[in-house]
């Protein structure tokens, strides 16, 4: 029995790492051209903000909740991605994202820990920093754009 569960570990671990992928490579002219890339972008964000908010908030409560306030911004813009690159309803989009960036925020944290174990650091060795600055431009970008929208009306 206990090879059967080292054999799944091994056999799991790569999917995992599949999902987990720097996204702060990406520049914005390449997000603001493609849809696809663009809903990738904030599912990952969401998702990472949202492992780093679970994993955290008994120990670092207000930390934890930044972390929550940038999942919970960037959440509406993946359903709004997500509907249109599919080109349905707001309710499938809804569901079909919750459901993304549920799996998602799962490996995140999978990964986190299995980083800690090893480094004692969630971020340690790791592109996540790096990713969870550039989620943070991102948002950036997109306040700034709604509130040039709003100045021009």
């Given at each position: ?12 671990s790569p999917l995992q790492a599949e999902k987990i992928e720097q996204i702060s490579w990406f520049n914005l002219q390449e ?123």
């Amino acid at each position: 029995m206990k090879r059967l569960i080292i054999i799944l570990l091994f056999i799991t671990s790569p999917l995992q790492a599949e999902k987990i992928e720097q996204i702060s490579w990406f520049n914005l002219q390449e997000i603001l051209e493609d849809d696809r890339l663009t809903y990738k972008i904030i599912k990952s964000c969401v998702s990472m903000n949202s492992a780093v908010t679970e994993l955290i908030k008994e120990e670092h409560p207000d930390l934890a909740k930044e972390f929550f306030k940038t999942a919970n911004y960037l959440y509406p813009f993946g359903i709004l991605v997500l509907k249109k690159i599919k080109n349905i309803n707001n309710k499938l989009a809804e569901k079909e994202f919750f459901n993304d960036v549920d799996g998602l925020t799962n490996d995140y944290m999978n990964f986190m820990r299995e980083n800690g174990a090893v480094n004692k650091s969630f971020f340690k060795g790791t592109f996540l920093g790096d990713d969870l600055n550039y989620c943070n431009e991102i948002r950036a970008a997109i306040e700034t754009t709604i509130l040039e929208s709003k100045k021009t009306e």
